[in-house]
C-alpha cells in the first residue's frame, strides 16, 4: 500500500505533471494524449561559469563594522555591510531547464478510460487509454545504470502508433541549434551564457517495430509502428569535453539492448535502494487508495483522514532522494532536479541556512547513505572558493560560507539582503552531515578524511570568533537567518552580534571535531583549543516570555511567526535541547514553537517541515501529527511536491525525516523507539531504518503497544534503548536489565541481529 501515486486526468500544468529522475537526468511528464510533454533537466545545466564575486573592501572595513556594532550603532552598521560586504556582483549562477521533448500524436482523439501513475515501488510514469477498442500504454523512466531516459509506447493493435516528435527549450528560445542526425535521430545544442557559460546537448533516437521511420526538418516522423521506443540522453561541458560526442556514446551503447532489459536493469538497480526500508501505519480497512491521489488531497482538506496518503508520501519522499541525489550527480537544489524556469525562484540552487540541510535530512536515517554523497562531495569544493573568502572577508584560517552556493562552490555573500547576506555560518552547517554521514555508518576511513575539512571549518571560528565585554566568545557581524528583531525605540534590525543559532552551530561543530579527534587518537593540542573556546560560547537562555531567546539579547520580533525557526536549531537538527537531558529547555522549545505557531508560522512548506521534526523531537506526537496534516492539506501540490510556495521540494524532505522522527531517535547516544506516534497511528511497521551508531531497525507496534523491535548491528558495542512506556523485554528469552526507567542496555556484536520482544 501507499506506493503509487496516480490520476484520471492529464497533467494541466507542471505543478501536476510527475517527476522522474536518476540524480543527473530529470523530467516531468505530463500524460497528455495527443500532446505529450516532457520537461527536462540536467543537473549540470546553470548559467555562467566560476568566479570571485568578494568584495575587496570587506577585510577593511570589518573592524569599523564591529565597533558600530557593539556601540549600537545599528543602522550605520548596516549601511557598511550593504556596501563593502556585499558580493560584486551581488548574485550567484543560477540552474537553468535543459528543456523539453514534445510529441505530438495523429489518431487519438476521443480517448477514453485514461489513468496516469507513477509508481514508486519501479520509478517508473504509466500512462494509459483506449481509442476505438485500441489499448494504448506509455511508460517512460530515467536509468541510472544506463544514464538514459527511455520512453516506451505501445498498442494492443498493431500499427496503430502514429506521432511527430522534437526537442524545444520552450518559451525561451534559448538555444543554439536543433537538427536531425539521421532519420532515426535528432540532435538539441546550446550554450548557458554568461562568462564560462556550460554547453550542453541532447539527442533522441526512435526505434520503432514495424511501421516508417523518418526526419523532416528537426523532427522525428513516426507513421503506423506497432510499439515504439525513444531514447534521450543529455551531458554538458561541466562534466565532458565534447557533450555531443558523450550523448551518442551513450546512445550507441543502449540501443542494442532490448527495451525489457533496459526496463529491469533500471528496475533492479533502483529498488536496491528504495527496497531497502518499508513502512505501513495504515488502517487496512481504509479504501481511499483507490481514490485519485489529487482527490485525496482534496478529501483531507476537507477533513477526511487518510493514514495510507502518510505512508505515500513517506516513500514518495525516498523516491524523490533516489531520483535527485545519487553518486556522481550535484547535490539536490531547492527544486531537486525538477526546474521548468529560465530564471527559477530564488535561482533554483543551494540555499545552505536550512535548505539543503533539510534536503539531505532522510538520506542516512532513510538508508540511503549513497544518496548523501553528492552533497559531501560538495563541501571539498566549497573548502577551495571558501578558504578565499575566509581570508579575503575576516583575515581568517580554514574555510567559511554565507547562506548561498552553486555549482561552482560560489562562498561569497548573496544577494543585498541584510536578514540573509552576511551570515558566515553556512560551511559549518553543512559540514556537520559529515559527521551525521559517519555517525551513521561508523566508517572511520571517511572521518579521516572528513575530519580535515570539519576541522577547517572550525578553524574559521577559531579566528573569527571575538571576545565581547561579558567574556563571551561570539560571531560579529552575523544575523538570525532572516529574521528582524526590534529594538526598544521600535527600530528594526538583522544584523547583530551572537545570534543564537550561531552559538548553537558552533557547538555542533566544535564537539563533532572534539569526538572526531578523540577517536582518531590525534590533533590533542586543536582538540583542547576547541574545548576551550566552547566553553566560552554564549549558553541558550530563556527569554521574558519563556521562549528560546533567539538573540543574545532578548529583542521582540518584527514577524512572531516568522518561517525560519533559527534559535531551536539545538532542539533539531542539533541534540543541545531534549526533554531527557534539558527539561527546562525543552519546555521553553515548547513556548517558543506555540508562539511561531500562534502568528501563523509554519507558512511555508518546509518549515511546517520543520516544525514536525521539532514537535518528535519534544515527544509531542499529536502535535506532529497535526503538522504532518497541515503540510499535506496547506502546502502540498497535486502531485504532492512540497508547496513554499511555489514548489520547493526541502518540504517533502522534511516531511518525510519528520515521520521517522515520531518512529526512531537516536540523537542522543540511544534508540528511542515510537518517541511520538500519535494515537492515529494505532498499528505500525517498520524496516530497514537507520540510527546513529550502525544499527538498523525493524519493529511492529499493535495497538499503540510494541510488540518487537529487530535491532542489525554493524558494530561491536553497548546498545542503549528506550521504550516509550513500562513493558517486560527480553531477547531470546531472557529478560534485559533497566538501566534506567524505560531504559535498557545490552551489548551488540558487529553482523548481528538483536531481537526485542515486549510484553
Same mark, same amino acid.
Given at each position: 500500500?501507499?506506493?503509487i501515486?496516480?490520476?484520471n486526468?492529464?497533467?494541466s500544468?507542471w505543478?501536476?505533471?510527475?517527476?522522474?529522475?536518476?540524480?543527473?537526468?530529470g523530467?516531468?511528464?505530463?500524460g497528455e494524449v495527443v500532446?505529450?510533454?516532457?520537461q527536462?533537466n540536467?543537473?549540470? &545545466?546553470?548559467?555562467g561559469g566560476?568566479r570571485?564575486?568578494?568584495?575587496?573592501?570587506?577585510?577593511?572595513?570589518l573592524?569599523?563594522?564591529?565597533?558600530?556594532l557593539?556601540?549600537?550603532?545599528?543602522?550605520?552598521a548596516?549601511e557598511?555591510?550593504?556596501?563593502?560586504?556585499?558580493?560584486?556582483?551581488?548574485?550567484?549562477?543560477?540552474y537553468e531547464?535543459?528543456?523539453?521533448?514534445?510529441i505530438l500524436f495523429k489518431?487519438?482523439?476521443?480517448?477514453?478510460? =485514461?489513468?496516469?501513475?507513477?509508481d514508486?515501488?519501479?520509478a517508473?510514469?504509466?500512462?494509459s487509454?483506449s481509442?476505438?477498442?485500441?489499448?494504448?500504454?506509455?511508460?517512460v523512466?530515467?536509468?541510472y545504470?544506463d544514464q538514459?531516459m527511455?520512453?516506451?509506447?505501445?498498442c494492443?493493435?498493431?500499427?496503430?502508433i502514429?506521432?511527430q516528435?522534437n526537442l524545444?527549450?520552450?518559451n525561451?528560445?534559448?538555444?543554439?541549434?536543433?537538427?536531425?542526425?539521421?532519420?532515426t535521430?535528432?540532435?538539441?545544442?546550446?550554450?548557458?551564457?554568461g562568462k564560462?557559460?556550460?554547453?550542453?546537448?541532447?539527442l533522441v533516437?526512435v526505434?520503432?517495430e514495424?511501421?516508417?521511420?523518418n526526419?523532416?526538418?528537426?523532427?522525428?516522423?513516426?507513421?503506423?509502428?506497432s510499439?515504439?521506443?525513444?531514447?534521450?540522453?543529455a551531458?554538458?561541458?561541466f562534466?565532458?569535453?565534447?557533450?555531443t560526442?558523450?550523448?551518442?556514446?551513450?546512445?550507441?551503447?543502449?540501443?542494442?539492448?532490448?527495451?525489457e532489459l533496459?526496463?529491469?536493469?533500471?528496475?533492479?538497480?533502483?529498488?536496491?535502494l528504495?527496497?531497502?526500508?518499508?513502512?505501513d501505519?495504515t488502517d487496512?480497512?481504509?479504501?481511499?487508495?483507490?481514490?485519485?491521489?489529487?482527490?485525496r488531497?482534496e478529501?483531507?482538506?476537507?477533513g477526511?483522514t487518510?493514514?495510507?496518503?502518510?505512508?505515500?508520501?513517506?516513500?514518495?519522499?525516498?523516491?524523490?532522494?533516489?531520483?535527485?541525489?545519487?553518486p556522481?550527480?550535484?547535490?539536490?537544489t531547492?527544486?531537486?532536479?525538477?526546474n521548468d524556469?529560465?530564471?527559477?525562484p530564488?535561482d533554483?540552487?543551494?540555499?545552505?541556512?536550512i535548505?539543503i540541510?533539510?534536503?539531505y535530512?532522510p538520506?542516512?536515517?532513510?538508508?540511503?547513505?549513497?544518496?548523501?554523497a553528492?552533497?559531501?562531495?560538495?563541501?571539498?569544493?566549497m573548502?577551495?572558493?571558501?578558504?578565499?573568502?575566509?581570508?579575503?572577508?575576516?583575515?581568517?584560517?580554514?574555510?567559511t560560507?554565507?547562506?548561498?552556493t552553486?555549482?561552482w562552490?560560489?562562498?561569497a555573500?548573496?544577494?543585498?539582503?541584510t536578514?540573509?547576506s552576511?551570515?558566515p555560518?553556512?560551511?559549518?552547517?553543512?559540514c556537520?552531515?559529515?559527521?551525521?554521514?559517519?555517525?551513521?555508518?561508523?566508517?572511520?576511513?571517511?572521518?579521516?578524511?572528513a575530519?580535515?575539512t570539519?576541522?577547517?571549518?572550525?578553524l574559521?571560528?577559531v579566528? =573569527?570568533? &571575538?571576545?565581547?565585554?561579558?567574556?563571551?566568545?561570539?560571531t560579529?557581524?552575523?544575523v538570525?537567518?532572516?529574521n528582524?528583531?526590534?529594538?526598544?525605540?521600535?527600530?528594526?534590525?538583522n544584523?547583530c552580534?551572537a545570534?543564537?543559532?550561531?552559538?548553537?552551530?558552533i557547538?555542533?561543530l566544535?564537539t563533532?571535531?572534539?569526538?572526531?579527534s578523540?577517536l582518531?587518537k590525534?590533533?590533542?593540542?586543536?582538540?583542547?583549543?576547541?574545548?576551550?573556546?566552547r566553553?566560552?560560547l554564549?549558553?541558550?537562555?530563556?527569554g521574558k516570555?519563556?521562549?528560546?531567546?533567539?538573540?543574545l539579547?532578548?529583542?521582540?520580533?518584527?514577524?512572531?511567526?516568522?518561517r525560519?525557526i533559527?534559535?531551536?536549531f539545538a532542539?533539531?537538527?542539533s541534540?543541545q535541547i531534549?526533554?531527557?537531558?534539558?527539561?527546562?529547555?525543552?519546555?521553553?522549545?515548547?513556548?517558543?514553537l506555540?508562539r511561531?505557531?500562534?502568528h501563523?508560522?509554519?507558512?511555508?512548506?518546509?518549515?511546517r517541515?520543520?516544525?514536525?521534526?521539532?514537535?518528535?523531537?519534544?515527544?509531542r506526537?499529536e502535535?506532529?501529527y497535526?503538522?504532518?496534516?497541515?503540510?499535506l492539506?496547506?502546502?502540498?501540490?497535486?502531485?504532492?511536491?512540497?508547496n513554499?510556495p511555489?514548489f520547493?521540494?526541502?518540504?517533502?524532505?522534511?516531511?518525510?525525516a519528520?515521520?521517522?522522527?515520531?518512529?526512531?531517535?537516536?540523537?542522543?547516544?540511544?534508540i528511542?523507539?515510537?518517541?511520538?506516534?500519535p494515537?492515529?497511528?494505532?498499528?505500525?511497521y517498520?524496516?530497514?531504518?537507520?540510527?546513529r551508531?550502525?544499527?538498523?531497525?525493524?519493529?511492529?507496534?499493535?495497538?499503540?503497544?510494541?510488540?518487537?523491535a529487530?535491532?542489525?548491528s554493524?558494530?561491536?558495542?553497548?546498545?542503549?534503548?528506550?521504550i516509550p512506556?513500562s513493558y517486560?523485554?527480553?531477547?531470546?528469552?531472557?529478560?534485559?536489565?533497566?538501566?534506567?526507567a524505560c531504559? =535498557?542496555?545490552l551489548?551488540?556484536?558487529?553482523?548481528?541481529?538483536?531481537?526485542?520482544?515486549f510484553?
Amino acid at each position: 500500500m501507499g506506493k503509487i501515486l496516480w490520476y484520471n486526468n492529464p497533467a494541466s500544468n507542471w505543478n501536476e505533471a510527475l517527476p522522474i529522475g536518476n540524480g543527473r537526468l530529470g523530467g516531468m511528464v505530463y500524460g497528455e494524449v495527443v500532446k505529450e510533454k516532457i520537461q527536462l533537466n540536467e543537473d549540470s &545545466v546553470w548559467y555562467g561559469g566560476p568566479r570571485d564575486r568578494l568584495n575587496p573592501d570587506a577585510l577593511d572595513h570589518l573592524p569599523k563594522i564591529r565597533k558600530l556594532l557593539s556601540e549600537g550603532k545599528l543602522q550605520e552598521a548596516e549601511e557598511l555591510a550593504r556596501l563593502s560586504f556585499s558580493g560584486i556582483p551581488m548574485s550567484q549562477r543560477h540552474y537553468e531547464p535543459l528543456g523539453e521533448l514534445n510529441i505530438l500524436f495523429k489518431g487519438l482523439e476521443g480517448f477514453k478510460d =485514461y489513468k496516469r501513475e507513477l509508481d514508486l515501488d519501479t520509478a517508473i510514469v504509466k500512462t494509459s487509454f483506449s481509442v476505438d477498442n485500441r489499448t494504448y500504454k506509455r511508460e517512460v523512466f530515467t536509468s541510472y545504470p544506463d544514464q538514459i531516459m527511455v520512453t516506451r509506447l505501445t498498442c494492443t493493435e498493431t500499427n496503430s502508433i502514429t506521432f511527430q516528435l522534437n526537442l524545444d527549450r520552450g518559451n525561451s528560445r534559448n538555444l543554439d541549434e536543433n537538427s536531425a542526425l539521421s532519420d532515426t535521430s535528432i540532435l538539441m545544442t546550446g550554450e548557458t551564457g554568461g562568462k564560462g557559460g556550460i554547453s550542453f546537448s541532447t539527442l533522441v533516437k526512435v526505434i520503432a517495430e514495424d511501421g516508417e521511420v523518418n526526419t523532416i526538418g528537426n523532427r522525428i516522423c513516426v507513421n503506423n509502428a506497432s510499439a515504439v521506443t525513444i531514447l534521450l540522453s543529455a551531458a554538458t561541458t561541466f562534466r565532458y569535453q565534447d557533450p555531443t560526442q558523450q550523448c551518442k556514446r551513450t546512445i550507441e551503447q543502449v540501443k542494442v539492448i532490448d527495451d525489457e532489459l533496459l526496463r529491469r536493469r533500471h528496475i533492479e538497480d533502483y529498488q536496491k535502494l528504495f527496497h531497502r526500508v518499508e513502512l505501513d501505519i495504515t488502517d487496512h480497512s481504509e479504501t481511499a487508495e483507490f481514490i485519485p491521489t489529487d482527490e485525496r488531497l482534496e478529501n483531507l482538506k476537507q477533513g477526511g483522514t487518510d493514514l495510507d496518503l502518510i505512508s505515500t508520501y513517506f516513500h514518495f519522499g525516498r523516491y524523490l532522494m533516489i531520483a535527485c541525489s545519487r553518486p556522481n550527480s550535484l547535490p539536490a537544489t531547492l527544486q531537486g532536479i525538477w526546474n521548468d524556469q529560465m530564471l527559477p525562484p530564488w535561482d533554483s540552487k543551494y540555499t545552505i541556512n536550512i535548505n539543503i540541510q533539510m534536503n539531505y535530512w532522510p538520506a542516512e536515517v532513510c538508508n540511503l547513505s549513497e544518496c548523501h554523497a553528492p552533497l559531501l562531495e560538495h563541501i571539498e569544493k566549497m573548502k577551495e572558493t571558501g578558504r578565499m573568502t575566509a581570508q579575503k572577508m575576516y583575515d581568517c584560517r580554514g574555510f567559511t560560507a554565507h547562506h548561498n552556493t552553486d555549482i561552482w562552490g560560489d562562498t561569497a555573500p548573496q544577494d543585498i539582503y541584510t536578514p540573509a547576506s552576511y551570515w558566515p555560518l553556512g560551511a559549518a552547517w553543512i559540514c556537520l552531515h559529515l559527521w551525521e554521514h559517519f555517525e551513521y555508518t561508523g566508517d572511520i576511513e571517511f572521518l579521516h578524511e572528513a575530519y580535515e575539512t570539519m576541522k577547517e571549518a572550525a578553524l574559521f571560528f577559531v579566528d =573569527y570568533l &571575538v571576545e565581547n565585554s561579558e567574556g563571551w566568545m561570539i560571531t560579529t557581524p552575523s544575523v538570525s537567518p532572516e529574521n528582524t528583531y526590534l529594538l526598544p525605540n521600535g527600530e528594526k534590525g538583522n544584523l547583530c552580534e551572537a545570534p543564537s543559532m550561531d552559538s548553537q552551530i558552533i557547538y555542533a561543530l566544535f564537539t563533532s571535531c572534539i569526538k572526531a579527534s578523540e577517536l582518531m587518537k590525534s590533533d590533542e593540542v586543536f582538540r583542547q583549543q576547541l574545548i576551550d573556546i566552547r566553553a566560552k560560547l554564549p549558553k541558550i537562555q530563556i527569554g521574558k516570555h519563556g521562549q528560546i531567546q533567539e538573540w543574545l539579547e532578548d529583542y521582540e520580533e518584527a514577524e512572531p511567526g516568522h518561517r525560519h525557526i533559527s534559535h531551536l536549531f539545538a532542539l533539531h537538527p542539533s541534540n543541545q535541547i531534549s526533554p531527557i537531558t534539558t527539561p527546562e529547555l525543552a519546555n521553553a522549545a515548547v513556548v517558543t514553537l506555540n508562539r511561531r505557531l500562534k502568528h501563523g508560522g509554519g507558512h511555508t512548506g518546509w518549515s511546517r517541515a520543520w516544525i514536525i521534526n521539532m514537535w518528535a523531537r519534544l515527544f509531542r506526537g499529536e502535535d506532529a501529527y497535526q503538522n504532518i496534516l497541515e503540510l499535506l492539506k496547506q502546502s502540498t501540490l497535486p502531485n504532492l511536491f512540497d508547496n513554499h510556495p511555489p514548489f520547493q521540494i526541502d518540504g517533502n524532505f522534511g516531511g518525510t525525516a519528520g515521520i521517522v522522527e515520531m518512529i526512531v531517535q537516536s540523537h542522543l547516544q540511544e534508540i528511542h523507539l515510537l518517541p511520538s506516534v500519535p494515537k492515529a497511528w494505532r498499528n505500525g511497521y517498520v524496516k530497514g531504518l537507520k540510527a546513529r551508531g550502525g544499527y538498523e531497525i525493524e519493529l511492529k507496534w499493535q495497538n499503540h503497544r510494541l510488540r518487537y523491535a529487530s535491532i542489525f548491528s554493524s558494530q561491536s558495542r553497548k546498545c542503549r534503548i528506550r521504550i516509550p512506556s513500562s513493558y517486560s523485554v527480553s531477547i531470546d528469552g531472557s529478560p534485559l536489565t533497566e538501566v534506567d526507567a524505560c531504559l =535498557y542496555e545490552l551489548t551488540v556484536r558487529e553482523g548481528e541481529i538483536y531481537r526485542l520482544d515486549f510484553a
